[in-house]
């Protein structure tokens, strides 16, 4: 006599599981080099965001400061204090590992927030250059390709140069880090216009795209609610990579003195300030700042080239 009894079929997977079993995240469980990469971003942005829990001093406080605690070396303790400090003092006595967490929340919040305005940018200049076409398309794309020809370094520096110049002197400290902001951000719109420009030429032509046409939808909505939903992994993987670039460039131009002003130094002044002393022995103001800017940029980098082949559907 047979069992006529149904086989159990078991549960569908929920959604934490049917997320670990995409294909986006085995590919990132097989890459070890974007794990570690994934885990060092994590574990800076986490110490920038909380400083000031992390941080065991306040370096901008000048009523936390003793400049008798002026070029203390790493894990040694001063000889007048009595005070040890894990990476070392720099010359005003501040904790080089406090001011390391502060400055890199400028350099991150300068980074994030530039990206932000590039991508904003680019993204809707490329949709209209890609869809409309005609002198909108010639315009956009003249502009992009005149700003090519210059290095992003120096349309940051002068787009900074002008946007400080017409700021009140009373203002330019407080503007400078918003100043810093428009500059790159201005300076690195291209790359998202172009590869935009490209996606949306040839979704245009595709069905969906005819069919919204034929329903009656506006350009505008064909744009936002069709075309861009589509044009977004491109997008994402230059926004990874341009995140270290902007940081970089933040570091360069705080480096050459025309970045984030003293009062709010980022990653890109303490290596200005650590340089002054690398030739007089007190070479961890410089080293550990340094090293820092590189573990951030090179870990985005790393993950952004990771990125770029999970989300190309030729390498799957």
């Known amino acids: 006599m047979t069992d006529a009894r149904p086989a159990s079929v078991p549960p569908p997977p929920?959604?934490?599981?049917?997320?670990?079993?995409?294909?986006?995240l085995w590919s990132f469980r097989r890459a070890p080099v974007a794990m570690v990469s994934f885990l060092v971003v994590t574990v800076l942005v986490l110490a920038a965001v909380f400083a000031p829990l992390v941080a065991p001093h306040d370096p901008f406080?000048?009523?936390?400061?003793?400049?008798?605690?002026?070029?203390?070396?790493?894990?040694?303790?001063?000889?007048?204090?009595?005070?040890s400090f894990w990476l070392g003092t720099d010359d005003q006595g501040r904790d080089v590992f406090s001011?390391?967490?502060?400055?890199?929340?400028?350099?991150l919040f300068v980074g994030f927030s530039a990206v932000l305005l590039a991508m904003v940018l680019g993204v809707l200049l490329g949709l209209l250059a890609g869809y409309l076409g005609g002198w909108t398309e010639t315009v956009i794309m003249r502009v992009a390709d005149v700003q090519l020809t210059f290095p992003a370094i120096l349309v940051a520096m002068l787009i900074f140069g002008i946007a400080k110049g017409i700021t009140p002197p009373e203002y330019r400290d407080q503007m400078a880090i918003w100043v810093l902001i428009l500059a790159i951000?201005?300076?690195?719109?291209?790359?998202?216009?172009?590869?935009?420009?490209?996606?949306?030429?040839?979704?245009?032509?595709?069905?969906?795209?005819q069919a919204a046409r034929l329903v009656g939808r506006s350009p505008f909505a064909i744009m936002t609610r069709h075309i861009l939903p589509n044009v977004l992994n491109p997008v994402l993987v230059i926004a990874t990579i341009s995140l270290a670039l902007a940081i970089i460039a933040e570091a360069t131009l705080s480096f050459l003195g025309v970045g984030a002003p003293p009062t709010k130094p980022s990653l890109g002044t303490l290596i200005r300030i650590g340089q002054e002393f690398m030739f007089s022995g007190e070479w961890w103001i410089l080293f550990f700042?340094?090293?820092t800017l590189l573990a951030l940029a090179l870990s985005i980098n790393l993950l952004g080239d990771w990125l770029r082949d999970a989300l190309n559907p030729r390498l799957r």
């Open 99 to 107: 001011t390391i967490l502060y400055g890199m929340r400028i350099s």
């Open 185 to 209: 951000g201005l300076s690195d719109w291209v790359q998202f216009a172009r590869v935009v420009r490209g996606a949306t030429l040839v979704e245009k032509n595709k069905e969906y795209v």
């Open 14 to 24: 929920g959604r934490l599981r049917r997320a670990w079993q995409s294909d986006f």
């Open 61 to 83: 406080n000048p009523a936390t400061l003793n400049l008798m605690n002026g070029f203390t070396p790493p894990g040694q303790p001063n000889a007048f204090t009595g005070e």
């Open 289 to 291: 700042p340094a090293l």
